[in-house]
């Protein structure tokens, strides 16, 4: 079964940067579309990017639009999030997921079936 592991997260003061990472364990061209996800305690896992892995078409949630960049390097099997302008509200768990299934782009977390296990942004004021 593909497994996926984050990294990358850490604590940064608000107006920093960070780039999450995604390694997959197999061929990432496998995929239909990718995304980053995002949990805080008590509230439900959200949306924040999302690539087609054909033609690199992007979404993003509109808290995060023109901060963040998701992207994909296929000859390391890596997807990516490139964090700028972070913002306390940022702070959360970070999730990567995968899907086959579907072609179409969803920030929606019922629609991806593969996950990785998260790793922890912290955004201080």
């Known amino acids: 079964q593909v497994q996926l592991v984050e990294s990358g997260g850490a604590s940064v003061q608000a107006g920093g940067s960070l780039t999450l990472s995604c390694t997959a364990s197999?061929?990432?061209?496998?995929?239909?579309?990718m995304a980053w996800f995002r949990q805080v305690p008590g509230k439900a896992r959200e949306g924040v990017a999302t690539?087609?892995?054909?033609?690199?078409?992007?979404d993003y949630d509109i808290s995060v639009k023109g901060r963040f960049t998701i992207s994909q390097e296929k000859v390391k099997n890596m997807l990516t999030l490139q964090m700028d302008s972070l913002k306390p509200e940022d702070t959360a768990m970070y999730y990567c997921?995968?899907?086959?299934?579907?072609?179409?782009?969803?920030?929606?977390?019922?629609?991806?079936?593969?996950w990785g296990q998260g790793t922890q942004v912290t955004v201080s004021s």
């Open positions: 997921a995968a899907d086959d299934r579907s072609w179409l782009l969803t920030l929606y977390a019922t629609y991806y079936r593969t």
């Open positions: 197999e061929d990432i061209s496998n995929f239909r579309r």
């Open positions: 690539i087609s892995m054909a033609s690199e078409h992007t």
